[in-house]
C-alpha cells in the first residue's frame, strides 16, 4: 500500500505542472493529475479528456510519468520491490569501493586510513521465478510492440515524418 501510494503521489506531483497548462486552476489540475496517475498506476485506461491524454503528445513529461506509472503497476509491488532492492545494493556496493579506494589511498600517502569506514558484505538477493517471468514478459512485449507498432505504422501515420519525430514525437 505505501509503495502504490507513494507511485501515485509522486506520479501527480509529477504531472502537476503539466496539467496546470490545460485545466482552469490549481485544484482542477491537482484532480487531474491526481486521477490520472491512478488511473496508470492501475492500467485503468481511464481518462477526464474526451481525447485520453492525446493533447499531451507532445509532452515527455507527462508521457513519461504515464508510461511509468503503468509499466510499475504492471510490475506489481513484489517485482518493483526485489528492483528497487537490487538498485539500493548497487548503491552500496559503489560507496563501499569507494571508501575502501579512498582508505587505501590514505594509508599509502602515510595515514593510518579510514578505519570508520569499513566495507559491508554485498547481499545479493536472488529472483524468483515470478519475478524472472514478469519482467521477462513485460521486457518482451514492451520491446516486441514498440517494434511491431514501427512496422505497421512506418508508411501510415508516420509518413514524411524524419526519424527522431518517429520515435519520439513532439
Known amino acids: 500500500l505505501q509503495m502504490t501510494l507513494a507511485a501515485e ?3 501527480a506531483i509529477v504531472m502537476y505542472r503539466s496539467m496546470l497548462r490545460v485545466e482552469g486552476g490549481p485544484a482542477r489540475a491537482a484532480y487531474s493529475s ?9 492500467n485503468a485506461g481511464f481518462s477526464l479528456y474526451g481525447d485520453s491524454l492525446a493533447r499531451f503528445r507532445g509532452d515527455p513529461t507527462v508521457m513519461l510519468t504515464v508510461s511509468v506509472l503503468i509499466i510499475m503497476g504492471g510490475l506489481g ?3 518493483v520491490a526485489l528492483i528497487l532492492a537490487a538498485g539500493w545494493d548497487r548503491t552500496l556496493m559503489l560507496k563501499d569501493r569507494l571508501h575502501s579506494g579512498l582508505s587505501r589511498l590514505l594509508r599509502t600517502v602515510g595515514g593510518k586510513g579510514l578505519p570508520f569506514l569499513r566495507a559491508r558484505p554485498v547481499v545479493r538477493r536472488p529472483w524468483g521465478l515470478h519475478a524472472r517471468l514478469v ?23 508516420m509518413a514524411g515524418m524524419p526519424l527522431g519525430r518517429r520515435c519520439c514525437p513532439p
Not at 491526481?34 to 498506476?41: D, E, L, T
Not at 517494434?147 to 501515420?157: R, T
Open 9 to 11: 503521489a509522486l506520479g
Open 34 to 42: 491526481v486521477f490520472h496517475s491512478v488511473s496508470a498506476f492501475c
Open 77 to 79: 509491488y513484489a517485482v
Open 135 to 157: 519482467v521477462g514478459a513485460t521486457a518482451t512485449l514492451l520491446i516486441f510492440g514498440a517494434l511491431w507498432f514501427y512496422w505497421v505504422e512506418y508508411d501510415k501515420s
